[in-house]
Nanobody
Framework: QVQLQESDPGPVKPSQTLSLTCSVS??????????WAWIRQPPGKGLEWVGC???????YYNPSLKSRAAISRSTSKNEFTLQLTSVTPEDSAVYYC?????WGQGTQVTVSS
């Protein structure tokens, strides 16, 4: 079965770039028709889809985050990443990496000076 594990970004300060990595086992990020996404949940709020990358390499983003988000993958490491630039405290959330039927456990991101 597929297992996903988010990295721990450590402290993130306003204006910095958030970098998250999702390690994948049980499937390949390059598999045809595979889907790899980032979803986040700010405290007290609902889930927000951030963006995704498909097995073929095409990426899509939430329009509200498109200018700041970048999703990429490493086929050799079998992982995919999220980079979110110019972060503010509003970007604080639990970030999940997700595929068709499986979610990672989530990682807490706190943006604070």
């Amino acid at each position: 079965q597929v297992q996903l594990q988010e990295s721990d970004p450590g402290p993130v300060k306003p204006s910095q770039t958030l970098s998250l990595t999702c390690s994948v086992s049980g499937d390949s990020v390059a598999t045809t028709d595979s889907y790899w996404a980032w979803i986040r949940q700010p405290p007290g709020k609902g889930l927000e889809w951030v963006g995704c990358i498909f097995g073929g390499g095409d990426t899509y983003y939430n329009p509200s985050l498109k200018s700041r988000a970048a999703i990429s993958r490493s086929t050799s490491k079998n992982e995919f990443t999220l980079q979110l630039t110019s972060v503010t405290p509003e970007d604080s959330a639990v970030y999940y990496c997700v595929t068709w039927s499986f979610w990672g456990q989530g990682t807490q991101v706190t943006v604070s000076s």
